[in-house]
């Protein structure tokens, strides 16, 4: 495969992006698209795990969500997520704050 024929499939997989800054782990939402351009989301975490002697480690996790499964998968956070905060809630106003006031994220700032 030649440099061009590379270069316009990257470009044409990846159709949008969103990272979330939550803590000490950030979480990236890419929409891609298949050799038939279909859309399907892929959901990445990735957290810094420090060692003893100051350096750390990137641990990335990766999922993949195809459009036939999102309103099944929607559901089930939602379901999952109104569970918690019914039975547990937030501990306090400083969860509260982290979790709905996310900050600007620059992909130049994420690189490893």
Known sequence: MGEFEKNESL?????????????????????????????????????????????????????????????????GLNEVVDFIKSNKGFESDQEINNVESFSEVHFEDLEE
């Open 11 to 75: 470009e044409r997989d990846e159709i949008f992006s969103k990272a979330v800054r939550a803590g000490k782990r950030t979480y990236f939402f890419d929409v891609k698209a298949t050799r038939k351009n279909d859309y399907y989301l892929t959901i990445t975490e990735r957290k810094r795990r420090y060692e003893q002697d100051g350096s750390f480690q990137v641990e990335k996790h990766k999922i993949f969500l195809y459009k036939e499964d999102f309103e099944k998968f929607a559901e």
